[in-house]
């Protein structure tokens, strides 16, 4: 099967929501993120509702390293979500954004004390990645009996990329899943409440298999902490990693499959070891704004050389993913939407670097100079992991919602390059 995309076009055009991107690239100029709000609203409500309706005590925390664009997150505030936070400042966006510090659940890995210290006073949930950061957040003033959950890693590993995988034994994450026991119990001795549990096995996951494979294994640890230190749970937290295709030759996940497995597990688990009904928590990242963006872009090079070039305006600085994991993100041309392919080539962006590519070998079709490119999924682990590599200065962001758009991101000016530096005086005489 051919996976589609689901793309709108007419008159040999792309649509997004019900505006031309030939009309948005013309307005606002390119290389440009547009974002699809009705995306992301989809999004979340087909994985929330197809979790809820087999358990309803759900809780999905946005994972906002995908895309921490306010307006991004403001939407799935307004659908209910919750947020992953990983750093300081993702819990400092969230709160910005008007989430409670309930509804953020912080993640942070090798974090210092300071980092815990403005998590634990900004009251969000806490959750904790190695037995190093248990002992210094029982030395912070005022976290006697504070509630916690803990990171651990149960053993499977997965993910699109080795960058990408974050369970098995070569993991930075979490504690082992043999030290649980005596973690949790140090835990408790510390005076803590640990209330949850967390793990995270991976990003971009297309079956169910390694997901399945984590639910059975933290379940085990969940429930021999819970029948030997005594640990109520509140909530179990899975983590995120749900896939969504970026090839025409990937499927969707089965969603209606997939969630009745994991949660037929999860309860016979729960029934297993006795462990009443906590909170089943994920922190779905790429699969609630993956396919909410793309980048439009303008060809402005085409270049017969030993290969043939069509170069494009914008690089990795963009979207790092095809340089960084070789990922495929799948082009469309935008005011040629109906023409076949006819040649395959490669499409380069505008940085120096020889790892500035977009494909390779790439099949569209005939393209010429002023043509728009559309690269899709382009709403998650795009724009959070830009730079002005080379000096060029980001581009704008707007949301379409059907036919409104509004700018949430100003495209940056040259002097947004140094923001923030200066000369030291002594070298300016
Ligand atoms: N929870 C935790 C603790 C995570 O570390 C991550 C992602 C997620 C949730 C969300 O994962 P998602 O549902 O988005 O797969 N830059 C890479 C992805 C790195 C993901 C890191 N952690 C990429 O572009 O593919």
Redesign the pocket.
């Known amino acids: 099967m051919s996976y589609d995309f689901n793309l709108k076009t007419k008159d040999n055009h792309l649509i997004i929501g019900d505006l031309d991107a030939n009309d948005l690239a013309e307005k606002y100029q390119t290389p440009l993120y547009v974002v699809d709000e009705q995306k992301i609203r989809e999004n979340y409500n087909k994985l929330y509702s197809a979790f809820s309706s087999k358990y309803p005590k759900l809780h999905m925390?946005y994972?906002s390293?995908?895309n921490t664009a306010l307006a991004v997150m403001k939407i799935l505030n307004t659908e209910g979500s919750y947020i992953?936070a990983?750093s300081p400042g993702e819990i400092y966006t969230a709160l910005t954004v008007g989430f409670k510090p309930e509804e953020i659940m912080f993640?942070g890995?090798n974090v210092t004390t300071e980092e815990l210290e403005y998590a634990h006073k900004a009251g969000v949930k806490l959750?904790i990645d190695s037995v190093s950061a248990l002992e210094r957040l029982s030395t912070i003033e005022g976290t006697e009996g504070r509630e916690i959950s803990i990171?651990v890693n149960p053993m499977v590993e997965a993910?699109?990329?080795e960058?990408?995988i974050?369970g098995g034994p070569k993991s930075k994450?979490g504690i082992r899943e043999d030290e649980a026991v005596e973690v949790y119990q140090r835990a408790v001795d510390l005076g803590f409440k640990p209330i949850g549990m967390?793990s995270?096995i991976?990003?971009?996951?297309l079956e169910s298999e390694p997901f399945m494979l984590a639910v059975e294994s933290m379940m085990n640890i969940a429930g021999k902490v819970h029948q030997e230190v005594g640990v109520d749970f509140k909530f179990l937290d899975f983590?995120?990693?749900?896939?969504i295709p970026y090839s025409p030759d990937e499927d969707e996940l089965d969603l209606e499959t997939f969630t009745t497995d994991i949660i037929n597990l999860f309860k016979s688990k729960l029934e297993e070891y006795d462990m009443g009904e906590p909170y089943f928590f994920i922190?779905?990242?790429?699969?609630?704004v993956?396919n909410a963006a793309v980048i439009l872009t303008r060809v402005n090079t085409v270049k017969q050389s030993y290969r043939k070039f069509v170069g494009v305006d914008c690089g990795f600085g963009t979207l790092?993913?095809p340089t960084?994991?070789g990922?495929y993100h799948h082009i469309v041309t935008a005011n040629k939407m109906d023409e076949e392919d006819v040649e395959e080539i490669d499409i380069a962006g505008n940085l120096c670097e020889s790892g500035d590519l977009f494909a390779r070998d790439r099949p569209m079709p005939k393209l010429e100079e002023g043509d728009l490119l559309a690269i899709l999924n382009a709403g998650?682990?795009?724009f959070?992991?830009a730079s002005q590599y080379n000096s060029r200065p980001r581009p704008a962001e707007i949301l379409v919602n059907k036919d409104q758009v509004d700018i949430i991101r100003r495209r940056e000016e040259m002097s947004d390059i140094f923001h923030g530096q200066s000369i030291p005086t002594r070298l300016l005489k």
């Open positions: 925390c994972a390293k995908a992953d990983v993640t890995n959750n990171r993910g699109h990329h960058h990408c974050t994450f967390h995270h991976g990003s971009e996951i983590g995120g990693g749900f896939g922190e779905p990242g790429r699969f609630l993956g790092l993913r960084m994991y990922s998650a682990y795009a959070t992991m």
